[in-house]
C-alpha cells in the first residue's frame, strides 16, 4: 500500500535526522506487513477508543511524528498528518462512521492518487 509506504518513509526520515540508530523505511514497511498479517484477526487499540467513542491516541503516534518532523526542518510529513487529521474528523464528527467515510474518501482521493493503493 502506497500509504503505509509514505507513513513509513517519513518515520525513517524523522529517526534519520534525529537518532543514532535510524531505522530504514524498507524496514519498517516489513514490520508492518508482518504485523498486519500477524495481526489480522485482533482488533487495534486505537479501532477499540473508536468503536467505544473515546478519544484516540492518534495525536501522541502521527500527530506527533508530523510535528517532529517539521521541528526538525524535515518539511510537513503529510502522510501521517492526513492519517491524524482523519482521525480527528472521525473524533469531531461525532464518532460518525460514514460522515468519516465521506469525509475520508474526499480527502485521500485529493491528498493521494487512489491508483496507487
Not at 518513509?9 to 534525529?18: D, I, R, T
Not at 492518534?58 to 498528518?81: T, V
Request: charged share 25%; with cysteine.
Amino acid at each position: 500500500c502506497r500509504f503505509a509506504k509514505d507513513i513509513c518513509e517519513e518515520l525513517a526520515a524523522v529517526s534519520a535526522a534525529s537518532s543514532t540508530s535510524p531505522v530504514r523505511a524498507e524496514v519498517l514497511v516489513d514490520f508492518v506487513h508482518r504485523c498486519a498479517a500477524d495481526n489480522a484477526f485482533n482488533y487495534s487499540s486505537m479501532y477499540a477508543d473508536i468503536a467505544g467513542r473515546r478519544r484516540s491516541e492518534i495525536d501522541y503516534l502521527n500527530g506527533w511524528l508530523a510535528r517532529r518532523a517539521e521541528e526538525l526542518g524535515l518539511g510537513k510529513a503529510s502522510a501521517n498528518a492526513f492519517l491524524a487529521e482523519s482521525i480527528r474528523t472521525l473524533e469531531a464528527s461525532g464518532w460518525d462512521a460514514q460522515v468519516h467515510e465521506d469525509l475520508s474518501v474526499k480527502a485521500c482521493e485529493a491528498a493521494y492518487d487512489m491508483s496507487t493503493f
